[in-house]
């Protein structure tokens, strides 16, 4: 057994290299390699389909056919494909609205929403010096608010209170106007999660939505929940017209299976990885750097 793709390429490679050219038998069998590798990554199998069939369509080109060190040449193109389906290079938040922007952030509970507020509020205002202010319009759960209170103090930005059993798109708007008279840059909105999808916390989210008026739509997923992670993407990009995606636990995913997952299901960008509990444990996603952990 090989530890990774990378591994069992270069030696699929160092076999072909004794019998000279590669053939399209030689290629069909490394793509069979890239395949379970994917599928052991936890990419949900129509990625993993349409991944192999791109792959397949370049090696047959003569770059590998006629190289000296095919297994080599192999590993590009798997790389290049993985970055391309990535999405080539960062996206970063497009917040270039009259303020203040509201960014929304939506998701499973338990998807890491709540820390990703914090995470966020904390980067817009040390990096951008931004004036954020936070809101919660989860308004099922008083311990989802509080725990957004006591992160908000944490990081330092302000926190909107939300009325026990109140409206949800209510909530919204009126933190969204307290955030205009008091001139905040940035109004941070978490919602809503369930356990699992449901029409509800969809029809929710969506007059969250409309009442708010996002900049960026975010949705907020498990990297550790792998194909999983591809049904909820899908799911959540039906209901709300999503701007980007936030993978959380990546630090606890060694694999990048639902990094392309994700994209390619939803085509949004991801633009950040949440790796750690931490409020600084936030960093901006970079296609090529997930193409080399997935490669091993
Ligand atoms: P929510 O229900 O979607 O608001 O999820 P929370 O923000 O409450 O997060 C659920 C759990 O995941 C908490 O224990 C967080 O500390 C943890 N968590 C969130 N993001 C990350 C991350 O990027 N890495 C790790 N290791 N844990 C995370």
Redesign the pocket.
């Known amino acids: 057994m090989f530890d990774n793709l990378s591994d069992r390429l270069e030696a699929i490679g160092k076999r072909l290299r004794g019998k000279g050219r590669l053939t399209e038998d030689n290629i069909q069998d490394t793509l069979r390699e890239v395949r379970m590798a994917l599928l052991e990554a936890d990419v949900a199998l129509p990625v993993v389909k349409d991944f192999v069939a791109a792959v397949r369509e370049r090696a047959l080109g003569a770059e590998v056919m006629k190289s000296l060190t095919p297994g080599q040449a192999f590993i590009k193109i798997v790389n290049d494909e993985l970055v391309q389906v990535m999405g080539e290079a960062n996206d970063a938040l497009d917040l270039s609205v009259r303020p203040p922007a509201v960014v929304m952030l939506a998701?499973?509970?338990?998807?890491?929403?709540?820390?990703?507020i914090a995470k966020l509020g904390r980067w817009l205002q040390e990096r951008d010096q931004k004036k954020v202010l936070a809101v919660s319009v989860d308004i099922h759960r008083p311990a989802?608010i509080d725990?957004l209170q006591r992160l908000a103090g944490e990081v330092g930005i302000d926190f909107f209170p939300t009325e026990p059993g109140a409206d949800p798109a209510a909530t919204g708007e009126a933190a969204l106007e307290r955030a205009r008279t008091g001139y905040y840059d940035v109004l941070l909105v978490?919602t809503a999660?369930r356990l699992s999808i449901d029409e509800q916390m969809m029809d929710e989210a969506r007059r969250v939505h409309h009442a708010v008026a996002p900049a960026e739509t975010l949705f907020?997923v498990?990297s550790m929940t792998g194909q999983d992670a591809a049904n909820t993407a899908r799911a959540f990009d039906a209901a709300l017209p999503l701007t980007g995606v936030i993978l959380?636990?990546?630090?606890?995913d060694a694999r990048g299976g639902a990094a392309l997952s994700i994209r390619q299901v939803t085509g949004k960008p991801i633009k950040f990885?949440?790796?750690?509990?931490k409020t600084d444990?936030l960093e901006p996603f970079y296609p090529d750097r997930m193409a080399s952990r997935i490669l091993g």
């Open positions: 998701g499973l509970q338990g998807s890491g929403k709540t820390t990703s989802a725990q978490d999660g907020v498990d959380t636990k990546a630090d606890g990885l949440g790796v750690g509990e444990a």
